[in-house]
Each structure stands twice: as structure tokens, then as C-alpha cells.
T-cell receptor
């Protein structure tokens, strides 16, 4: 079946640290891949996406590259800020369907 | 542009009671989704509408959950009767027809005692 696995949280970092949140997937065909973010008290928001192999999605200093050979879509940011504290969800959408399949989420806390 | 609206934001009920949630998608969005997010897990799709027709309800527990989108705009999700394991956040999302980006509402947090 189709599934997404994220690294276990919670993750706690100091401001300006380098961030990596791992995401791997299992899917039939060639899915589109997404990172969504949920800030405290708010709804899920699309952070970035990639629709084919080797595509790089980027937004707000975050990046993720669609790696077909390793079935991965790891989220990275070079220097995190306190305002990046949130829950991050990796998700996929298989071809021909619109529904999203989410990972379990990773809670990120950035300390000043 | 107004976002996806949901109400109520919070609901506490006892098991075996009934509850209903309402969602108003972004204007003009043809596709509407209901997701269930249990604490510590990612959202799971319950049902997807395209206008007023059901596209996918394969993970909807139909013995107790129902949903409708009669005029192809707003939607209601109902649980009758509720069980303890239904405690979760119920998320509504919408997207324009043919587009893959989904826009989420703030969710309704349900606690079943």
C-alpha cells in the first residue's frame, strides 16, 4: 500500500542550528510529495512540494529533494528560528488520486 | 480570500451521543475533504467530495459516520453514536478542481468521554 514514515519526534534544537527531518515513502507509481506545517493553534499549511524525481521544493528557507532511488523526501533548513517551532507532516499523493497520505508528524521546538 | 471555515472549534460529548461538524470551503473550490487526526498521528482521509458527489469514502466507518455536501458548497460530518476512539481533530480541506494543493481549516477538536 501507500505509506509515509517520518523520523520520530519530538526534535529540539537551538536557534540557528541545522535541521533535518527524515521522510521516506512507499507508493505505487510515481507520487507527488509534500511537506505540510502546523503552527500552534492553526490549521495545516502547505510548506513545499515536489512532483517528480530530482525536483527540489523550497519555501521560507526550507528545502526538500525528491529522491526516487532512496524513496525519500527529507526536509532541511540551514538555520532555524524560534518561529519555526511547529509540527511538520510529510505526505504523498499518488497519481490519479487527490487524497493525501500523511506521515505521523514530527514536533519541532526551537529554543532561543 | 477567506480560508476554510469549520465549526465548532471544540466539542465534548459522552459516548453514544451524536455530534455534527460543519465545514465551509474556500469559495469556488470543487473538492472537499474530511480528515480525522488522532493525537500523535497524521491526518487520515475519511471522505472526499467532488462538488456534491462522493469520490472516496473507503475509510469512513459507515456504521456510525455520515457526511453530506448537498449543494456542492458546505458540508456536514456526523457521528452517531460516538465512541471513545472517535476522540480526534476533524479537519476539513478544499482544493480547486484538478489542482493538488489542499487548503485546510483549523479543525474541530472532539473529546468523547
Amino acid at each position: 500500500g501507500n505509506s509515509v514514515t517520518q523520523m520520530e519526534g519530538p526534535v529540539t534544537l537551538s536557534e540557528e542550528a541545522f535541521l533535518t527531518i527524515n521522510c521516506t515513502y512507499t507508493a505505487t507509481g510515481y507520487p507527488s510529495l509534500f511537506w505540510y506545517v502546523q503552527y500552534p493553534g492553526e490549521g495545516l499549511q502547505l510548506l513545499l512540494k515536489a512532483t517528480k524525481a530530482d525536483d527540489k521544493g523550497s519555501n521560507k528557507g526550507f528545502e526538500a529533494t525528491y529522491r526516487k532511488e532512496t524513496t525519500s523526501f527529507h526536509l532541511e533548513k540551514g538555520s532555524v528560528q524560534v518561529s519555526d517551532s511547529a509540527v511538520y507532516f510529510c505526505a504523498l499523493r499518488i497519481q490519479g488520486a487527490q487524497k493525501l497520505v500523511f506521515g505521523q508528524g514530527t514536533r519541532l521546538t526551537i529554543n532561543p | 480570500e477567506a480560508g476554510v471555515a469549520q465549526s465548532p472549534r471544540y466539542k465534548i460529548i459522552e459516548k453514544r451521543q451524536s455530534v455534527a461538524f460543519w465545514c465551509n470551503p474556500i469559495s469556488g473550490h470543487a473538492t472537499l475533504y474530511w480528515y480525522q487526526q488522532i493525537l500523535g498521528q497524521g491526518p487520515k482521509l475519511l471522505i472526499q467530495f467532488q462538488n456534491n458527489g462522493v469520490v472516496d469514502d473507503s475509510q469512513l466507518p459507515k456504521d456510525r459516520f455520515s457526511a453530506e455536501r448537498l449543494k456542492g458548497v458546505d458540508s456536514t460530518l456526523k457521528i452517531q453514536p460516538a465512541k471513545l476512539e472517535d476522540s480526534a481533530v476533524y479537519l476539513c480541506a478544499s482544493s480547486p478542481q484538478g489542482k493538488e494543493t489542499q487548503y485546510f481549516g483549523p479543525g474541530t477538536r472532539l473529546l468523547v468521554l
